[in-house]
């Protein structure tokens, strides 16, 4: 068999939230667990956390054991993709022969399948929302099932309409630095902030508060409340903060400084 017949079918014709199909993956198809192996998953924030969680790790632990490193393409912002094992098939770490070890916590890109999803442009005026398209892998028996669905009903069943909000300003973002041109690039440090906050929510709650963050940034108590208690919460907060510092946006959508900080900061910068 050729590599053309092992590659996937992706069908890049739109359907929408209402288009209809059939499809159905249970442990009697010949082919349960294949799509588990030979893949590239980029984590998204969201899956970052609920992995960790689930297997009682720090985020950098997680990161550390179970993540390779690498540059979106089109935006070169950091990211991380699931690392598979070094078996031949370089399957899942979380599959087994009966299925997968992890499934109620399973990343989005797992959840969306056989579907995928292709952010268009950010939110600021855009007329365009998200599409979908099929993924058609010549070892799925999924699509023979006699299971009927539309998009919107699997995006419910499979939990992703959660997952995506939850991830929405992420994706925000990368959509954004996608329609920059070519030649602009974000430095070191903006990139090292864009990690913390997209995949290490501990130490990016140790950076607000156990550095000089609130010093610097107007933070009303019920806020500070909620992101020390609440990982989600402080992703979301951590997005709004960075998509302040990454990009040019009105005032509202920003996490706002205190008066004098911007000159504190240059005086530490200078000092250190």
């Not at 590599?3 to 890049?12: F, G």
């Not at 951590?238 to 504190?264: I, T, Y």
Request: charged residues 35%.
């Amino acid at each position: 068999m050729s590599n053309n017949d092992l590659m996937a079918d992706i069908q890049t014709n739109r359907v929408g939230l209402d288009s209809k199909f059939k499809f159905k993956c249970h442990k009697d198809v010949k082919c349960f667990t294949k799509c588990c192996r030979g893949i590239n998953i980029v984590l998204t924030p969201y899956d970052v956390i609920r992995l960790k969680n689930r297997l009682a790790l720090t985020s950098e632990e997680f990161l550390a054991i179970y993540t390779t490193p690498q540059l979106f393409e089109k935006t070169d912002l950091p990211v991380v993709t699931l690392k598979m094992s070094e078996d031949d098939e370089k399957s899942c770490p979380f599959v087994r022969d009966d299925g997968c070890i992890l499934y109620e916590d399973r990343p989005t890109t797992c959840r969306y399948y056989p579907l995928g999803v292709a952010a268009l442009s950010h939110k600021e005026g855009a007329d365009d929302q998200d599409f979908f398209f099929f993924v058609h892998e010549p070892h799925c028996l999924g699509f023979e099932e006699d299971k009927a669905w539309n998009v919107r009903e699997w995006r419910e069943d499979q939990g992703v309409d959660i997952q995506d909000e939850i991830n929405a300003d992420w994706t925000d973002l990368v959509v954004r630095k996608r329609s920059f041109p070519a030649n602009v690039k974000l430095t070191d440090q903006s990139k090292q902030m864009f990690f913390m906050v997209s995949y290490n929510i501990d130490k990016f709650k140790e950076f607000v508060f156990e550095s000089s963050f609130l010093d610097r940034y107007e933070v009303d108590p019920d806020t500070l409340k909620e992101i020390k208690e609440d990982e989600i919460a402080l992703l979301k907060f951590g997005l709004k903060w960075l998509k302040g510092v990454l990009f040019q946006v009105a005032d509202n959508e920003k996490v706002p400084q205190k008066e004098g900080a911007e000159k504190m900061r240059k005086e530490m910068e200078k000092d250190s």
